[in-house]
């Protein structure tokens, strides 16, 4: 390359970065087609891309917020590990912005443009049902955090959450024995969650409880006045309230409750949607001596728990707090790993084939595993309410089986 | 007769009930009334001034907490008054750099407010984080007022009403009373016979504006006691703010005070009887049905050219 003219040799080393260039585009997947990647995804012998789509704005944004930190950490964990199959973890994140066409969007801009091998993302029920067909025609893999109303069975999805019968049942059982719990009021937002949730609560309820459910109510998303209901409640006497309040509602509903005098002295209450997350909203002060049923607190005492609120808070520093939803995000990462590991392969079918029966002994929660239905064995665990906006755990159940369609509970 | 005092107690509180919504939904739709129905301006980012008032409540409850834990107890006074000048303020900046050059095209207003509530949402959440954070609320003001065994009061219900009824007898008498209500009244009636007779109408637009916006921020402070505080909190109170202006007859204070009662008294007493999804649809087709009749809305009204 020793040309007489400098303007040549630079035209000449351009092209010839040119060519190198667009040799290793066009011959990337193929030149790197190893056994650990046949599809063209975005895998280099350096490297893995991975997509996160969650919303960092708008209304959702103060439940995702949680579960985009927890991921964050679980990815930067594994590549300081030597991440995965010897490849460093990249992310590209993308905004879902509450708005379920964008998730959509998003995802298909991950999968088609991005060539991701996975995303890790959504929250709501109505973000993943607007992604779903997206997956499933590109053959995509989300892992999706959220415990949700089951009903749903994906080969592109995996749910690090607990379906609603993991999260119901149990918590039923321990109420009806330990507080002689046979009144229940069913009360939910006005969705399919809290709507699903209730109908399943209502069957185990009547038909495997004898109980009686003596009142259910849904009020639409948004609401903040809950006097009638409260009253309601009060004149009915149920021995517990069973509550599936989510959002802004979810802090008018508690602050109300105690302004009207229900608090733990006087009102058994249990309810499905509240976490430390939501408990900051609330003040625990609002809330004490109530129950909430998950499958994990940050107050779990581990060492893995342990290890892993340290490492979360000298992250997100000294007040960050960890929900139920954060910490099944955090598993996502882990639990990709392992099935890609044990694959030997980026490729999506490959994954998914190696998933069930996947184990993770080192989740906060304790010991999970991939059942064939791509839900996770999972404990269901009741937290009482403590004024510091933390939960004190009084009961953990066995290992539960997933079940996202319940027989006799439809 | 055991079951006829638990009657007598349900009825009791559920009229209490009642009477807080009511004050609830007069409270939120005050401010709105004197901007909309005063000066014919749909500022959509109402509900906005409404959050700014309760992180307002909300910094004061950490800063007291921190600097003076011994105020704890009266801080709320302090954080109420401040709201309102906060939220006042930030009234009188929207109005100068923005309300005021949309005055000839109304419909302008509605988009622009609505792009000013979304900057101001994000604004909010970039600078409080995106969870919603919770107020340390003084202990007198939670809880409740056990009357009998089975009447409970709940003081921060008290506290709403009373605030209201305060809000409202001022209000009424800065506009029916003071010169300066008269130049609002005025100005809205006639605004170029108002500039003629020699007042500042730009003047009295901007100090409306802020008035309202301040009244917002009030009401934003009294709901930390009972909803919640998030970037997003303001607006789960919009449509219900408009849906009480509207109702009441745009320009008239009278209208939106019967307006609210109404409404509350409809959702209050159908919320008994079913579900609350119910009940809302309800009072919302009661709502749409008479303003299908009644178009101009309960108290016929005078809105500016």
């Not at chain 1, 000449?12 to 056994?35: K, N, Q, Y």
């Amino acid at each position: 390359m020793h040309s007489t003219s400098r303007g040549i040799t630079r035209r000449w080393a351009l092209g010839a970065v040119a060519l190198s260039l667009l040799t290793a585009s066009v011959m990337a997947p193929r030149a790197w087609a190893d056994d650990a990647n046949t599809t063209g995804l975005a895998v280099t012998p350096s490297e893995v891309t991975v997509g996160q789509l969650h919303s960092a704005t708008g209304t959702m944004a103060i439940s995702e917020t949680g579960s985009i930190q927890a991921e964050r950490l679980a990815i930067e964990q594994i590549n300081a590990q030597g991440g995965v199959l010897g490849r460093q973890i990249k992310i590209i994140q993308e905004d879902g912005a509450s708005d379920w066409p964008t998730f959509a969007e998003k995802a298909r801009k991950l999968l088609v443009n991005d060539k991701v091998a996975t995303v890790f993302g959504c929250w709501t029920s109505a973000s993943r049902k607007a992604v779903l067909p997206v997956f499933e025609q590109q053959n995509g893999l989300l892992y999706y955090p959220t415990f949700y109303e089951g009903l749903e069975q994906s080969k592109n999805v995996i749910y690090t959450g607990q379906e609603a019968t993991q999260q119901i049942l149990a918590s039923l059982d321990w109420i009806a024995k330990t507080k002689g719990a046979k009144s229940f009021y069913l009360i939910g937002s006005d969705y399919i969650w809290p709507r699903t949730s209730m109908k399943i609560a209502r069957k185990h309820i009547e038909n495997v409880l004898h109980g009686e459910v003596v009142g259910e109510d849904y009020y639409p998303l948004g609401n903040t006045q809950f006097g009638s209901l409260i009253n309601k409640v009060k004149l009915k006497k149920p021995d517990v309230v069973f509550a599936a309040v989510v959002g802004g509602s979810n802090v008018a509903f508690y602050k109300q409750l105690k302004a009207a005098g229900v608090t733990s002295a006087k009102q058994t209450l249990l309810t499905l949607s509240v976490t430390e997350d939501e408990l900051l909203g609330i003040g625990g002060e609002n809330m004490a001596g109530f129950y909430a049923s998950m499958k994990y607190f940050q107050s779990l005492d581990n060492p893995n728990n342990q290890a892993f609120v340290a490492a979360f808070k000298a992250k997100y520093g000294p007040n960050a707090v960890i929900g139920d939803v954060t910490q099944a995000a955090y598993l996502g990462p882990w639990l990709w790993k392992a099935a890609v590991e044990k694959a030997g392969s980026f490729d999506v079918d490959k994954v998914v084939a190696a998933s069930p029966g996947i184990e993770l002994k080192t989740a906060p929660e304790g010991y999970v595993k991939i059942h064939e239905n791509h839900h996770l064995w999972s404990k269901t665990r009741i937290g009482e309410v403590q004024p510091d906006g933390q939960f004190k755990v009084v009961y953990e159940s066995d290992l539960i089986e997933p079940n996202p369609f319940p027989k006799g509970y439809q | 007769m055991a079951w006829l005092t638990e009657f007598g107690a349900i009825a009791a509180m559920q009229a209490f009930n009642g009477l807080s919504v009511f004050c609830v939904l007069l409270l939120m739709a005050l401010g709105l009334a004197i901007i909309f129905g005063q000066m014919g301006v749909i500022n959509m980012a109402h509900g906005e001034f409404l959050t700014v008032g309760a992180y307002t409540t909300y910094v004061l409850s950490g800063l007291t907490l921190h600097y003076a834990p011994s105020l704890q107890p009266y801080y709320f006074f302090l954080a109420i008054v401040v709201a309102f000048v906060i939220a006042g303020a930030l009234g009188w900046l929207v109005e100068w750099a923005m309300i005021s050059r949309l005055y000839h095209r109304p419909l302008d207003t509605l988009l622009a407010t609505w792009g000013l509530s979304l900057v101001m949402q994000q604004a909010l959440r970039s600078i409080f984080g995106a969870r919603e954070v919770s107020a340390e609320l003084p202990e007198w003001l939670m809880g409740s007022f056990s009357l009998t065994d089975a009447i409970d009061i709940p003081r921060n219900g008290l506290f709403t009403v009373a605030v209201t009824l305060l809000l409202t007898g001022g209000l009424f008498l800065l506009l029916f009373r003071s010169r300066w209500g008269l130049h609002v009244r005025a100005t809205m009636q006639n605004r170029v016979m108002s500039r003629a007779v020699g007042i500042d109408t730009r003047r009295v637009d901007r100090m409306t504006f802020a008035l309202g916006c301040g009244v917002a921020g009030v009401a934003g402070a009294v709901f930390t006691t009972i909803g919640s505080t998030g970037p997003t909190a303001g607006s789960l109170y919009i449509v219900d703010t408009f849906l009480t202006v509207v109702f009441g007859g745009a320009a008239s204070l009278l209208g939106t005070i019967a307006s609210a009662f109404a409404i509350a008294q409809t959702q209050s007493i159908s919320e008994f009887f079913m579900s609350g999804s119910m009940a809302k649809v309800l009072t919302l087709s009661a709502v749409i049905l008479i303003l299908l009749l009644r178009p101009q809305g309960l108290f016929a009204s005078k809105v500016r050219k």
